[in-house]
Structures are given as structure tokens and as C-alpha cells.
């Protein structure tokens, strides 16, 4: 059994569901000590008490929500001691919703859990990696970082710039022993999306010609953000791992 999280001090947003519990799950095996934070109180308790009470904890967290991220960031540091890796994962879509029939409400929502919260995550457990002399962030991006026609105006501009504040991030620390990666999935076959009927009529076509031809499992995507955090991609920087099946090929 590998142990390359051993004694790490990991947070994970979007850890009650999907590609987040799967990183938990994952980071968790491998001896780390995990965080795991959801707008679903419950189903981040949920994880936790999977996982085991020796090793995980759970946290309510929406992550539009400023004043909720320094509170749980507090508790864990106070928990915990610091922080070593941050998975920001959480994300929701905005069903391939055109520029014209984008709300404020909409665009503000998705921004704000797509690119602002995990920003401001990185912002807040910065200083603690800094502090224990390095650390990891892999954010969540997606195949709508790199190409268009993969979400709407939203959620398109969201990933785009969850890219760029990857590379920004990865300037300004990797000198300080703080490697930022992201992970930009297509097609995953979660909850959020299972239950997105626009989001699943909207990806399909795209999915069936791709080279994979199918759709993939949380725990494909998982595999490789936690490895981009693990000493494996010890010499990774401003990276971003495109796991979509061909999607973004053409």
C-alpha cells in the first residue's frame, strides 16, 4: 500500500460526492489526513465517517461564501496544526446556458464556486504551506479550460480562468517549494451531472466521438489529481492534465 500522503494534512472541496469523495477516498488510503468540505453538511459526514474519525473530519462549506471560508480554515488549522494539500474541486455547471439567457444570479454563482472560491482557498492556506516549506494545489478545471461548446458562457469562463490562476499561482510559489497543478476533466459520470438533463444532452454528441466513446468514473479523474499532488510530480509546476477522453482533440 502506498503511502505517499503520510502525515499530510489535506482539504477537499466537493468531498461528499463525485470526483472529490474519490480524492478523499484516495488521499485517505495513502495515509493522509483529509478535510473533507461540502455544501452538503451531511454527505461530507458522510465521507468522513467512511473514511474513519482517526484520520478525516468534515466541514460544511460553501465556498461563494467568504466569511465561511476563514471559518473553516481557522478549524482546520486549529485542528490540525497547517495544511499541505488543497484539492479545489467543488464546481457546479451552468447547463450550457447562452451569454443572452445568463442571469447575473447565474453567472455570479458559478464564478463564485468555479474560480472565486478557489481562489480564495488558495489565499487562505497559502501562509500554512508556506510556513511547513511547501505544499500542493491541484484545482479542478475542465475540458471547458481549453476549448469552447464544453458548458455555457459561465461555466466556460470559470474554467478558463481556474487555468490561469493555476499558472499565476504556480509563478508566484513554485520558488517557495508550492507546486499548483490542475486536473481538466470532461465527460465524468457524477450525481451533478447525472442530474443535469442540459448538461447531459449537451455533452453526449461531443462524448460519442470522442476516441474513448464514453463516459469516465470519478475515480479516473481522481487518480490523477492525487498523484499531481503526491511526491510523483515532484518536478510539476503550472501543469494541467487533460483527462477527457479525446474530448478536446479536434
Known amino acids: 500500500m502506498s503511502t505517499r500522503f503520510e502525515d499530510k494534512i489535506t482539504v477537499v472541496t466537493g468531498a461528499g460526492s463525485g470526483i472529490g469523495r474519490s480524492i478523499a477516498r484516495q488521499v485517505y488510503a495513502e495515509g493522509g489526513h483529509v478535510a473533507a468540505l461540502d455544501i452538503d453538511g451531511a454527505a461530507a459526514r458522510a465521507v468522513a465517517g467512511e473514511l474513519g474519525a482517526d484520520r478525516a473530519s468534515a466541514h460544511e462549506l460553501d465556498v461563494r461564501d467568504g466569511q465561511q471560508i476563514d471559518a473553516v480554515v481557522d478549524d482546520v488549522l486549529d485542528r ?10 467543488a464546481g457546479v455547471t451552468d ?7 445568463t442571469t447575473d444570479e447565474l453567472w455570479e454563482s458559478v ?5 472565486v472560491g478557489p481562489f480564495r482557498l488558495a489565499r487562505r492556506v497559502l501562509p500554512s504551506m508556506l510556513e511547513r516549506g511547501g505544499g500542493a494545489i491541484v484545482n479542478t478545471g475542465s475540458v471547458a479550460s481549453v476549448i469552447a461548446g464544453a458548458g455555457g458562457t459561465a461555466y466556460t469562463v470559470s474554467k478558463h480562468g481556474i487555468l490561469g490562476l493555476t499558472r499565476a499561482l504556480a509563478m508566484e510559489y513554485g520558488s517557495k517549494g508550492i507546486r499548483v497543478n ?3 476533466p470532461g465527460a465524468i459520470r457524477t450525481a451533478m451531472t447525472s442530474n443535469e438533463e442540459a448538461v447531459v444532452e449537451g455533452a453526449d454528441d461531443a462524448i460519442a466521438a ?3 466513446g464514453r463516459w469516465a468514473e470519478p475515480e479516473e479523474v481522481a487518480r490523477i489529481a492525487v498523484m499531481l499532488a503526491s511526491d510523483d510530480a515532484s518536478f510539476v509546476h503550472g501543469s494541467a492534465y487533460v483527462v477527457d477522453g479525446g474530448w478536446s482533440l479536434p
Open 210 to 212: 470522442t476516441p474513448a
Open 182 to 184: 490542475a486536473v481538466l
Open 95 to 101: 447547463r450550457f446556458t447562452p451569454a443572452a439567457d
Open 80 to 89: 490540525l496544526g497547517g495544511v499541505d494539500v488543497l484539492f479545489n474541486n
Open 111 to 115: 464564478l463564485g464556486v468555479n474560480l
